[in-house]
């Protein structure tokens, strides 16, 4: 099934997505702790687990972390995090 996204009846949706993402202030990876709950700017809630060194958000794992811009933190991770209903 494809999802249209890129719709302007479906930007409020698409914003939500992104905020998912987003997390204020920079966090760095030495921050993270294993069972951290963390809040979004999209007003959800996400987890962090760290297994063998390993560092996974809500299941994704981080894949690079700490890549610094001029407005944050970037920590990649391998899968899109949907917000729940």
């Known amino acids: 099934m494809k999802i ?3 719709t302007p009846e479906k930007k409020a ?3 939500g997505i992104l905020t998912y993402h987003v997390v204020a202030g920079s966090v ?3 921050d993270l ?3 951290q ?3 979004t700017l999209q007003g959800g809630e996400f987890t962090v687990s760290i297994k063998d060194g390993k560092v996974l958000i809500n299941g994704a794992n981080v894949t690079a972390s700490e890549l610094t ?3 944050g933190v970037i920590h990649v991770i391998d899968a899109v995090l949907l917000p729940k209903k």
């Open 4 to 6: 249209r996204i890129l």
């Open 13 to 15: 949706d698409l914003t």
């Open 28 to 30: 760095k990876a030495a």
């Open 33 to 35: 702790k294993d069972g």
């Open 37 to 39: 709950v963390v809040k």
């Open 69 to 71: 811009t001029s407005n």
